[in-house]
């Protein structure tokens, strides 16, 4: 094996290039900003479960809600009325439409099992099951004619 020496100098400079890299990464690390850090900034105390706390000269709270489906009969300005009104609060309400081939086809398929169920309730001789279903597939019909009447 071949011995190589170093004289003090390269040691010196090693020892200094250690000391550099070492003092960059603890400023990187001080520095380092967490997940956390990035969609909660310093005005927000993310630490509850179910709100947000959003602190300046005034403490606000922000909570999220996420409604997948609404109820089958409601008008949607009163649906909403209670949240609306609920006083000194921003509210947005976000709508993801969705196209009307995937209403069509959604409904056509409920449909089709509405009238499934319908035919064994009445091959069962359960009279107002049948009648139930009947009503529901009748609202899916009317409800898929009025999505394709409007254009």
Do not use: W
């Amino acid at each position: 094996m071949l011995g190589i020496k170093k004289n003090k100098n390269e040691k010196e400079l090693t020892a200094d290039a250690k000391s550099k890299v070492k003092e960059e990464k603890s400023v990187l690390v001080r520095n380092k900003k967490t997940i956390k850090d990035i969609i909660a900034p310093a005005g927000v105390d993310a630490t509850h479960t179910n709100h947000l706390e959003i602190v300046s000269s005034t403490t606000r709270y922000a909570r999220s809600m996420i409604i997948s489906t609404m109820p089958r009969m409601c008008t949607f300005p009163q649906f909403l009325r209670s949240m609306y009104t609920f006083g000194d609060a921003n509210i947005s309400v976000f709508i993801r439409p969705i196209s009307e081939n995937v209403s069509q086809t959604d409904l056509n398929r409920r449909i089709n099992e509405i009238e499934s169920e319908r035919i064994v309730a009445a091959e069962r001789g359960d009279i107002n099951r049948e009648r139930l279903l009947a009503q529901k597939r009748m609202e899916a019909e009317e409800l898929r004619d009025s999505i394709a009447g409007r254009i």
